[in-house]
C-alpha cells in the first residue's frame, strides 16, 4: 500500500496538471484497516450505532464485505448524526457525526488523496495535514512578525465556512485532479448522505459536514483554489511591500509592510470569497497595526498600544524582551482558560467523592494535556496562573465533602505538588524550531 501511494504521490509532484484516472483501486483491505485503526476507540457512534469495540470483534469480515461494495458500487453511507458542542465564546459548534463504517472509507479515501494533493498544497496552509500541526502555524507566524517587515495584520474570519461550501464548486475542484470518477461518486454520496436531527434528515446543496473524517481534507482543496492560490498570485502581483501568509483550516492571517497593501487586499480577498459563497465574519475580520515598530508609532501619534489579535488559542502582544527589544509574546486566550476552568469544575463536581489520590491523578492528566499545548516560551504566568486556580477549585470540592474536612491551603499545596506538574515551558523558540516545508 506504501509502495503504490507513494507512486501516485511522485507523478503528482512531477505533473501538476495531470488527472489521475484509475484511483479506487488503493481503497483496498489493507487501506480500510489502516484507516480502521487511525480512529478514535472512544468516539461518539453514528446513526448505526456500531462503536468501535463493536466493529473490531468481527473485523476481517466486515472488512472484506464492505470493500466488495465499495467497488460494485453498492456502498450507501448513512446519514450523519448532528450534535453540538460548547465553543469558548458560549456558542455551540455543529458536529456531524458519520458511521463508522462511512468513517473507514473516508479515512481510506484521505489517504488516497493526501498522496496527491500534499504535493499541491500551498507551504503557508498548515491545517489538517500530515506531518503538520499548529504548532508549525504558530512558529511560522512569530517567525514571519519577528523577523519581516511586517506592519500591518490582516486577521480574517471565514463566516460558518464547513457550513457555507458549495459543493457544486467543490466538485469542479476536485475534478482539475482526480478523474476517477468512481472516486467522484464516492465524495457526491458523503455530501448528499445527509444530517440526521430530531429524526428528521436534511439534505442541502452546501457545506461539508463538519466533524466527518474526510471534511478537514474537502475544506483544503476549496481553500486552496478559492483563496491559497489566489493570495499566492495577489502576493507576486499587487503587493509594494513585504506579505506573509498563515492559514490554519479556515483561520487567516496575514501580515504586511504597508497599510495600502493590507487595505486592499482586504477588499479583494472579500470579492474574493463572495465568488465562491464565502463571507468574511464583519465581528471577527480586523485590520490593525501591529509589529516592531507598531507601539513606537502608536505613541507618537498618541493612540496608545497596538491591539492584540488572537490565534489557535493564543493571544499575541507587541511586547517587549528584558533587554527592550521587540518580542512577539503570546499567552493563552482568557475566553480558553475560563471554559477551561469551568469544565474542570464541573468534572470535579461529579469526582467529588472520588479517593484523593484519584482526583490528584486526573487533575494532574488535565494540566499535562494543557500544559503539552499552550507551554510556549512567554506563556508562563498564564500556565502559572491556571495551575494556581485548579488547586483553588481543588481546595473547595475538598472542603464541600465534609464540614471537618481539613482541606486548608497548607493541606492542598501538598497534594498539588505530589499530583500535579508545575508549569514550566516545553516547547522552543520559535527561530529554533521553525523549518520551511514547501515543495519547491
Known amino acids: 500500500m506504501t509502495q503504490a501511494l507513494d507512486r501516485v504521490r511522485q507523478a503528482a509532484r512531477l505533473k501538476k496538471k495531470e488527472r489521475f484516472t484509475a484511483l479506487l483501486h488503493h481503497i483496498n483491505v489493507d487501506t480500510l484497516r489502516t484507516a480502521f485503526y487511525a480512529l478514535k476507540r472512544k468516539a461518539a457512534p453514528g446513526v448505526d450505532g456500531v462503536t468501535w469495540r463493536d466493529y473490531e470483534a468481527d473485523l476481517e469480515p466486515r472488512l472484506k464485505e ?52 500534499e504535493g499541491d498544497f500551498c507551504g503557508f496552509s498548515y491545517g489538517f495535514r500530515p506531518g503538520r500541526g499548529p504548532h508549525d502555524a504558530l512558529d511560522a507566524l512569530c517567525v514571519a512578525v519577528e523577523q519581516r517587515k511586517v506592519n500591518w495584520i490582516v486577521d480574517a474570519d471565514i463566516q460558518n465556512f464547513f457550513g457555507s461550501v458549495s459543493q457544486d464548486w467543490l466538485v469542479r475542484f476536485l475534478e482539475h485532479r482526480i478523474g476517477d470518477m468512481r472516486i467522484i461518486r464516492l465524495i457526491r454520496k458523503w455530501l448528499k448522505a445527509g444530517i440526521l436531527e430530531d429524526g428528521v434528515v436534511t439534505i442541502e446543496d452546501r457545506g461539508t459536514g463538519q466533524g466527518s473524517v474526510i471534511s478537514p481534507l474537502l475544506g483544503n482543496v476549496y481553500l486552496h483554489y478559492v483563496l491559497d492560490l489566489w493570495a499566492e498570485r495577489w502576493r507576486r502581483r499587487e503587493a509594494a511591500g513585504v506579505m506573509v501568509i498563515v492559514r490554519y483550516a479556515d483561520d487567516l492571517i496575514v501580515g504586511f509592510e504597508h497599510e495600502g497593501d493590507a487595505r486592499r487586499f482586504l477588499e479583494a480577498m472579500r470579492a474574493r470569497l463572495e465568488e465562491f459563497m464565502l463571507s468574511l465574519n464583519p465581528d471577527k475580520t480586523r485590520l490593525i497595526e501591529f509589529g516592531c515598530h507598531a507601539a513606537a508609532n502608536r505613541k507618537k501619534r ?29 499567552r493563552t486566550r482568557g475566553d480558553r482558560m475560563r471554559a477551561k476552568l469551568k469544565d474542570i469544575k464541573a468534572e470535579l463536581r461529579q469526582r467529588m467523592h472520588w479517593p484523593i489520590p484519584e482526583q ?60 500535579l506538574p508545575k508549569p514550566r515551558i516545553l516547547h522552543p523558540w520559535p527561530n529554533i524550531r521553525f523549518a520551511v516545508n514547501h515543495p519547491r
Open 360 to 419: 490528584g491523578k486526573w487533575l494532574g492528566q488535565l494540566l499535562r494535556g494543557h500544559f503539552g499545548y499552550f507551554a510556549v516560551p512567554t506563556n508562563i504566568r498564564a500556565l502559572a496562573a491556571l495551575r494556581y486556580r485548579v488547586v483553588d477549585v481543588w481546595r473547595r470540592s475538598l472542603q464541600r465533602r465534609s464540614q471537618k474536612d481539613g482541606a486548608t491551603w497548607e493541606r492542598v499545596a501538598e497534594l498539588a505538588n505530589e499530583y
Open 302 to 330: 498618541g493612540v496608545g498600544k497596538p491591539e492584540t489579535f488572537a490565534f489557535l488559542g493564543f493571544t499575541f502582544i507587541c511586547g517587549k524582551s528584558r533587554k527592550g527589544r521587540f518580542q512577539l509574546q503570546r
Open 66 to 117: 464492505l470493500h466488495e461494495r465499495v467497488h460494485r458500487g453498492a456502498y450507501r453511507p448513512q446519514p450523519s448524526r448532528r450534535m453540538f458542542i460548547p465553543k469558548a465564546d458560549g456558542k455551540r459548534r455543529p458536529l456531524a457525526i458519520a458511521a463508522l463504517e462511512d468513517k473507514i472509507v473516508q479515512g481510506a479515501t484521505v489517504m488516497v488523496l493526501n498522496a496527491i494533493y
